[in-house]
């Protein structure tokens, strides 16, 4: 029923992103070629926040990389054909955005169940930010960085026992990423991410991967900075 991707393992295979920069290589990496791939794209998060349009906008690249990508909008469209197209599809992907809001509508629609038994069956789960955050089993934790507009469903889709903690070091949204590790210091199943860094789970093994340009760039700025911090300190005689 599914294409045959690069996910031979016991247990889910899972990509949770802080951001979409940078992703195709991980993607192409961890789960092969994608070229034909059936991709579920759930943009529903994105629809209550002011930058949503750049997350819908991964749809087209992912297009062009040769992906077959299909949306899906349990905000918009019918329970029955969210579920439908769910189940027709080889990989899910879930972009970033509101998590509570996001959260709100995949249950509202049964998508939440659908996806569960999916990746039990071996379908990819990649997530984005919001995407990446709702894949564990409390979503309770990322409220100092996404506003709660009056939803009380905090279960996640409890796919991996991880919290990713997206946007660490971010110009946005740095300082609230900065407040969610310290609550959760010596915590292990909280994972902080930069921008530029996922969580790959494949079965019961769990590791960082770093996108190799966006990882260059973040180390070459944190250089420049310690350099100009450094130079601030100099006296001139």
Do not use: W
Not at 38 to 54: C, D, K, N, Q
Not at 72 to 88: N, Y
């Amino acid at each position: 029923r599914h294409m045959n991707v690069n996910t031979h393992v016991c247990g889910p295979t899972l990509v949770l992103a802080s951001s979409s920069t940078g992703l195709m290589p991980v993607l192409r990496r961890e789960l092969g070629p994608l070229r034909g791939v059936r991709m579920a794209f759930i943009p529903t998060a994105s629809t209550v926040e002011s930058y949503g349009v750049l997350v819908r906008l991964m749809r087209i690249r992912f297009a062009l990389a040769g992906l077959r990508v299909q949306m899906v909008d349990p905000e918009r469209m019918p329970a029955a054909q969210v579920c439908a197209r769910l189940q027709s599809s080889d990989i899910i992907y879930v972009g970033g955005g509101n998590t509570f809001h996001l959260m709100h509508h995949l249950h509202a629609a049964d998508a939440d169940d659908v996806i569960r038994k999916l990746v039990r069956e071996g379908v990819p789960y990649v997530g984005e930010s919001a995407g990446a955050v709702v894949a564990s089993d409390d979503i309770s934790y990322i409220a100092p960085m996404d506003e709660n507009r009056g939803h009380t469903r905090m279960r996640g889709l409890a796919l991996t026992r991880f919290h990713v903690i997206p946007h660490v070091g971010s110009v946005s949204m740095g300082s609230s990423a900065r407040r969610i590790v310290a609550m959760h210091a010596g915590q292990q199943d909280y994972v902080p991410l930069f921008n530029g860094q996922a969580l790959v789970v494949r079965g019961h093994v769990a590791r960082i991967a770093s996108m190799p340009l966006v990882e260059q760039f973040r180390r070459l700025r944190n250089a420049c900075r310690e350099c100009m911090h450094s130079a601030g300190k100099m006296h001139v005689h």
